[in-house]
Nanobody, 120 residues
């Protein structure tokens, strides 16, 4: 099964930026996505990108602030996060699958995630 390792999280002030990375090993997915789990809440899907990068999806909560991208040669998907808000505080995960179903049926093994904390 495809293994996923996220990195790049940290503590940042509101308005700051972070860039997350996720490396996949043991296989590839046609679509990749980012999920996050805020404290005390369930994991939420919020961004996805197709294999060739031409199609992207963002939840309204991050649209215009976050950018998903991928480098297939490196089996890596990125998340550039700008204008961070305290409500973005969460553990961030990546996963993969089919673009039309990745939100509800991701196919990879969940990694450990990377913690993002945004202070006000």
């Amino acid at each position: 099964q495809v293994q996923l390792v996220e990195s790049g999280g940290g503590l940042v002030q509101a308005g700051g930026s972070l860039r997350l990375s996720c490396v996949a090993s043991g296989g590839t997915f046609s679509a990749m996505g980012w999920f996050r789990q805020p404290p005390g809440k369930e994991r939420q899907f919020f961004a996805a990108i197709s294999w060739n990068g031409r199609n992207t999806y963002y939840a309204d909560s991050v649209k215009g602030r976050f950018t998903i991208s991928r480098d297939n040669a490196k089996n890596t998907v990125y998340l550039q996060m700008n204008s961070l808000k305290p409500e973005d505080t969460a553990v961030y995960y990546c996963n993969g699958g089919e673009l039309m179903s990745i939100a509800t049926a991701p196919r990879g093994s969940w990694g450990q995630g990377t913690q993002v904390t945004v202070s006000s």
